[in-house]
């Protein structure tokens, strides 16, 4: 329920203030240390037992009169603070908080703090997926025309640690998340210099209420923009189609295969094009502009739509067409993000964790073009498996679902492919490959959290991958020939 958050209001005063940090992660330590250097008080509630704290944050706490609590959230921790900061993975739902709004407590987050203190360009990306990789792209490019670069947010280096440096970046590049930004703060959060828009599909449907609370939390990353801003957005999605003139302050461009007359980045086959449309012009001479990504990492959807919107962002932000082609050219692709891991007689093993909500298996099996079987399931996030029904049904001749919504999946596709439900991602590969024939791939795309079983995406990716380099190990004593990446 973000949207009964209580923020704070524009002037953040933090010299003298008692300032409650809840959740103890990268976020929530970095906050500490940035609100002590801003001279507050600080104390810390964190949910996870005593033990997770390290000995030596411990006695740092003490060094620096920080009290804390671990174990839960205590309701007089709360109430007795003048300001309260959330880490993004904390509900906003919980009863201290509750309590804490209607003392009129002021409840931020990391944009909140940012709006007030960050002195540099930010380019902001957002989305339910591929927001990591246009944001290391992003940096890639800047970084590829000599340009100082931070890059952080939601991809794991807290803004707060360049807060609390010299600033001296030519550009900040920040992945938001949809958390982050119900925590933004009042009136409108950090005035993005560029603010970009992947796609929305459902996701944390156990945080929000509907498919449009998170659809809104998604749209306040342009709430702040000014008339000189930028806004990137897909134009190939139907949903931020439906709401892209929610925010008319800014300057709209556009990416996708379907522009038709709007301006911005048009892809055709591997390329990218810009363009002007009829009543919008980009700036910087920026039209007739050509980016080819054939050979390169990023040839394939999703990562051409992916590649589109860095192009459109980076150029934007004044970076030259020469640093950008070179940027896109050295880009290496992320781990657990549509990933061969080997090809063994002729079967392809595909490492795709990072999927772990309907929207991205949907991009995964729409870019296969071979038979599939495909390894799901996990922790369900209360997405709506009926989205993937076609193309499970034209792409996936066997489903292998393992973890707490297997039965629940199995549920949902047993009229549109063959299903099994497995104990351990172990037993899934073992199975796909009894069951694969030469020109067949082997998909690991969840669709779901890995918390039931693992401790996050990416073990779960290295799981898959351990057992796939087990067959290849005794494939390659019977057989020659074997390609392995």
């Not at 804490?100 to 902001?124: C, D, H, K, S, Y």
């Not at 993005?192 to 929000?208: S, V």
């Not at 461009?253 to 038709?260: C, I």
């Not at 980016?291 to 394939?300: F, G, I, Q, V």
């Amino acid at each position: 329920m973000a949207q009964l958050l209580n923020i704070s209001g524009p002037n953040l005063k933090l010299q003298g203030q008692h300032v409650l940090v809840v959740g103890l992660g990268k976020t929530g330590l970095a906050a500490v240390r940035f609100f002590l250097q801003q001279g507050a008080r600080v104390s810390v509630s964190e949910s996870g037992p005593a033990s997770s704290i390290a000995p030596e944050i411990v006695r740092w706490f003490g060094e620096n009169d920080i009290r804390y609590e671990a174990g839960g959230h205590g309701l007089d921790f709360f109430t007795s603070a003048d300001c309260i900061f959330v880490s993004p993975g904390i509900p906003l739902t919980i009863e201290p908080l509750t309590e804490a709004r209607r003392q009129n407590i002021p409840i931020i987050g990391e944009l909140a703090v940012a709006a007030q203190f960050i002195q540099t360009p930010v380019i902001a990306v957002t989305g339910t997926n591929g927001k990591t990789t246009v944001t290391t792209l992003l940096g890639d490019i800047f970084q590829a025309g000599s340009q100082k670069v931070f890059v952080g947010g939601n991809i794991g280096t807290p803004l707060f640690e360049y807060l609390a440096g010299p600033q001296d970046a030519d550009a900040v590049v920040a992945e938001i998340s949809s958390f982050q930004l119900d925590t933004g703060g009042t009136p409108k959060g950090v005035p993005f210099k560029t603010a970009i828009l992947l796609n929305i599909t459902p996701d944390h449907m156990e945080r929000y209420s509907s498919f449009a609370a998170y659809v809104d939390s998604k749209f306040k990353i342009f709430a702040a923009q000014r008339p000189d801003d930028f806004a990137v957005l897909n134009g190939d999605d139907a949903e931020i189609m439906k709401r892209r003139n929610l925010w008319p302050a800014c300057r709209k461009f556009f990416f996708g295969e379907q522009l038709a007359d709007l301006a911005g980045a048009s892809i055709s086959g591997t390329t990218v094009h810009l363009k002007n449309s009829s009543v919008a012009t980009l700036p910087y001479n920026m039209h007739g502009e050509v980016y080819e990504l054939a050979a390169t990492s990023l040839e394939k959807q999703p990562n051409l739509q992916n590649a589109a919107a860095a192009i459109l962002g980076a150029r934007l932000m004044g970076c030259r067409q020469q640093d950008i082609q070179k940027g896109l050219v050295s880009f290496k692709p992320l781990s657990h993000r549509m990933t061969l891991v080997a090809e063994i007689g002729g079967i392809g093993y595909i490492d795709d964790s990072k999927a772990t909500n309907v929207g991205a298996v949907h991009s995964a099996l729409e870019s296969m073009q071979q038979p599939v079987i495909l390894i799901a399931g996990g922790r369900d996030k209360g997405g709506d498996y009926s989205i993937l029904t076609e193309p499970v049904r034209q792409k996936v001749k066997h489903m292998l679902l393992i973890g707490e919504a297997k039965d629940t999946m199995a549920r949902a596709f047993l009229a549109f492919t063959d299903v099994e439900t497995l104990d351990t991602l172990q037993d899934a590969v073992s199975r796909a490959a009894s069951l694969a024939v030469p020109g067949d791939a082997v998909l690991l795309s969840p669709a779901c959290a890995s918390f039931d079983m693992f401790s996050s995406y990416a073990e779960r990716g290295d799981v898959f991958k351990q057992s796939v380099l087990r067959l290849l190990h005794k494939y390659a004593t019977t057989a020659e020939g074997v390609r392995a990446q």
